[in-house]
């Protein structure tokens, strides 16, 4: 048995910093930063029934199917026990669609169905009536009709083969709305827009913006996320046409230096805004390998005393590698960061360790998140 330890030996040193340059701003669209509080999206979830599988459906195992089935047969005047019920053509399923902001009834939706039994395969299977409904209960539409699978899955006894994922399908425009909730604009007498990322001087920059479009202070930023438009002071003969205005609107914008680490899988992304203190790196290896051989230990021969056992041997070998070193002036870069971890043969996993240790000594200028 062989157990392999690894540790990383990190030293920070960290010099005397001045002011590093302003990040370069970027202008956008107010559109493309914001939303407008109240039109989003809302989640829509429900459980039916899908038919006409070719023997790929729900074993008998799975009792909440043959149960739905006996309900619905039930409905249509049907009185047929659930325990009796022996097909292998019909699969449990949870439906599920997104129901857009000013969505009005007749309006059609996409929706995804997903096996919540044992079934092999949807394909070719048919979605019975669903009621799909939303996190407060009501039901808000309707779906029905056809499934289409990406993949599929043949044979068995050892001997099968399957493609893409065949328990999940999708209806397109399967779904109606049947329930209108759409937001009366006209009757609003403030709209406030919401920004994606949370910053104060970006909110008081669009608050300036909209105000010198209009000539009037139509906005006002309550917080670091919520301006407040006020479209009566605009004097705008229609809500919508005032909204697509404001929304076409540039602003100049300093995106927050950010560095992103996904420690699971090593992947690091960082901002061409970030910046560096002056600082200097030494980074080294220790590999500690500890060897286990087992032996076995026998009485000698014809001797009636003593028992044959295993005796572990253990062998342990460090191995310390020389320390390496990177060396950044005040205010370095992305690219000059990355071309020096390059130079010593720095792994992801290493950068890793690297950034966290620089962002502890005070000298990595960015926000660092780690997922």
Known sequence: MRRFIFASLLFVALFASAETPAPIAQQVRIRDITTVEGVRDNALI?????????????????????????????RMGLQVPAASVRVNNIAGVFVTATLPPFARPGTRLDVTVSS?????????????????????????????????????????????????????????????????????????????????????????????VINQAFAKPVASAIDSRRIEL????????????????????????????????????????????????????????????????????QPQPMSRTGDTVVVPQQTVRAQDSPVRRVELSEGATVEQLVSGLQSIGATARDVVSILQALKAAGALQAELEVL
């Open 46 to 74: 429900g459980y039916g029934l899908v038919v006409g599988l070719n023997g790929t459906g729900d074993r008998r195992q799975t009792i909440f199917t043959t149960q739905t089935l006996a309900n619905i047969l039930q």
């Open 116 to 208: 919540v039994g044992d079934a092999k395969s949807l394909d070719g299977g048919l979605l019975l009536l669903t009621p799909l409904r939303a996190a407060d209960g009501q039901v808000y539409a309707a779906a029905q009709g056809p499934l289409t699978v990406g993949g599929y899955s043949a044979g068995g006894a050892g001997n099968s083969r399957q493609v893409n994922h065949p328990t999940v399908g999708r209806v397109p425009e399967g779904a109606t709305v049947e329930r209108d909730t759409s937001i009366q604009l006209q009757s609003l007498d403030k709209i406030s827009l919401l920004l994606r990322d949370s910053d104060f001087s970006t909110a008081a920059t669009i608050a300036a």
């Open 230 to 297: 006020t479209p009566r002071l605009a004097a705008a003969d229609s809500i919508p046409a005032f909204l697509a205005k404001v929304q076409e609107l540039s602003v100049s914008v300093h995106p927050a230096a950010r560095v992103v680490v996904n420690e699971r899988t090593g992947t690091i992304v960082m901002g061409k805004d970030v910046r560096l203190s002056a600082v200097s790196i030494l980074h080294g290896n220790l590999s500690i390998e500890v060897s286990t051989e087992f032996k076995v230990s």
